[in-house]
């Protein structure tokens, strides 16, 4: 692939919204916490807004308002001017507050000086002989808008905010066209605002905390049904369930359907393959035998030849027929669970039965309700080599303990008071064909077979030391529930 063809991919990778993306679906994190969080977070920036927009709004409408009351008393200055004659003072307009020292209610009459700000010709009352504090580019922009009427924030007599309005025009009174100012304290109406917007963040503070609720119940709800499926799912998983049996909505029913058709698929090629190894295990142990009896007890090299060598065939068509065996069942196991302490018991008999020349006692311990997650063929075979080998090798006493580790296990301890087995030994009796004692009988195969079976069902088995003086044997396998 050239050049060109990659760009386009290492571009994307690079990209914010490819990272985004992997932030809120990267694997491991959870699904209701990223739609709570995701809904959270539009509600959150929404309310945001919302509260802004509703302020802005709440305090323009309240600055339009007053706004009026400026331009009204700038309307009623110059109509009072206008009818005033040169040599007289402007009356005074009949407000109360224009006329109460430093009430807050200002107005004047202004013209453009030389260093081009304004220079008070009359002003109210309230005013006593203070100037109206404006922006250095006020007459340059009333000059612009010559006859229209500008609002501006300005600072008062005593340091009150005031919102002020100006307007220059041309009357016969003066010579030039001069300015008409009005100003109105603005401290209620920012006081207003602030009670506004608090009011108004609390009220969507707790709309938001509402809101946020009801999302987390309804995809607590919504999801339920994915809940359930999983729990279905873990229930086949444990052995609890063979298949997924409850009705779901109709956009995860086609997934439970899936599961199944899969569940049923895995046992039609589980029992297929066991048929498989069936029609095997007949076309290759017929030729054995043939050979075998034809070999008989005759003397000379080759029959011995071919007696040993047919020994070492069988031994490993009974060693991979049994691993494939095994493979296939633990494949199968789902759904398949088998008591571990009835197992114990059987087992216990039997073997006590076989070594009664050597009065072996088997103390087995394990609680009720102790299962293990696989047919209960294989199990036999696992714990029935590895006890009938401590009894083989035992003085006379073999203890077992099996029991839950809390983490969907259970774990088996097969302990003798036999003479044991070197560190070094144990990893080369785990091989196919290996013996502990090569005078006892037996084809080597029990404890790779074990082996074998244990790492089928993604167990595993330790040796050790026993404090009995013999072999330790530690297994790990899937438990279920009864």
Do not use: C
């Not at 398949?336 to 073997?351: R, W, Y």
């Not at 036999?418 to 144990?426: D, N, T, V, Y």
């Amino acid at each position: 692939m050239n050049d060109a063809g990659r760009r386009p991919e290492r571009a994307l990778r690079g990209s914010p919204l490819r990272d985004w993306g992997r932030w809120f679906g990267r694997p491991g994190r959870s699904l209701t916490r990223r739609l709570i969080w995701l809904a959270a977070a539009w509600i959150l920036l929404a309310l945001v807004i919302a509260a802004l927009f509703l302020t802005q709004a709440f305090q323009e409408s309240a600055l339009r308002r007053l706004g009026n009351v400026l331009n009204e008393t700038v309307d009623e200055i110059v109509v009072a001017a206008a009818r005033t004659p040169r040599d007289q003072a402007v009356p005074q307009i009949q407000d109360a507050r224009t006329l109460r020292l430093l009430s807050g209610k200002y107005w004047a009459i202004a013209r453009e000086g030389p260093d081009g700000r304004l220079v008070m010709l009359e002003r109210s009352r309230s005013l006593w002989n203070s100037d109206l504090d404006t922006p250095p580019d006020l007459p340059e922009r009333l000059d612009a808008a010559f006859g229209d009427v500008i609002s501006f924030n300005t600072v008062g007599p005593k340091g009150e905010p005031l919102r002020a309005a100006a307007s220059m025009k041309s009357i016969p009174r003066y010579d030039e066209p001069v300015v008409f100012l009005a100003a109105l304290d603005r401290s209620n109406i920012d006081a207003d605002t602030r009670q506004f917007a608090t009011v108004t963040w609390i009220a969507l503070l707790v709309m938001g905390f509402g809101l946020v609720s009801a999302v987390f119940i309804q995809v607590q709800v919504g999801l339920r049904p994915l809940y359930d499926l999983r729990n279905e799912i873990a229930d086949v998983r444990k052995g609890k369930a063979a298949r997924i049996g409850r009705s779901y909505p109709v956009e995860i029913q086609p997934l439970a359907e899936q599961v199944n058709r899969l569940l049923d698929h895995n046992q039609e090629v589980v029992e297929r393959q066991r048929t498989h190894v069936g029609n095997l295990a007949h076309a290759l142990k017929t030729p054995i035998s043939v050979m075998m009896t034809e070999a008989g007890d005759a003397e000379g090299t080759l029959p011995e030849l071919v007696r040993r060598q047919t020994k070492v065939m069988q031994g490993q068509v009974d060693h991979h027929l049994r691993r494939a065996r095994a493979a296939a069942r633990a494949a199968h196991g789902l759904g398949e669970k088998t008591d571990v302490p009835e197992v114990l018991d059987e087992l216990a008999v039997m073997i006590e039965q076989v070594f009664r020349d050597k009065a072996v006692e088997i103390d087995w311990r394990a609680p009720d309700g102790l299962a293990f997650l696989g047919e209960r063929q294989d199990l036999q075979e696992i714990l029935g080599n590895l006890i009938e080998n401590a009894a083989k090798f035992s003085r006379r006493r073999v203890r077992v303990s099996a029991g839950p580790d809390g983490l969907g296990r259970l774990v088996a301890v097969i302990e003798d008071d036999g003479p044991g087995l070197p560190e070094a030994a144990r990893a080369e009796v785990l091989k196919r064909g290996a013996r502990l004692d090569e005078d006892a009988p037996g084809s080597g195969l029990g404890l790779s077979i074990v082996d074998d079976l244990t790492r089928a069902y993604g167990g595993r088995m330790r040796l050790g030391d026993s404090d009995m003086g013999g072999l330790k044997v530690v297994l790990e396998l899937p438990a279920a529930e009864l």
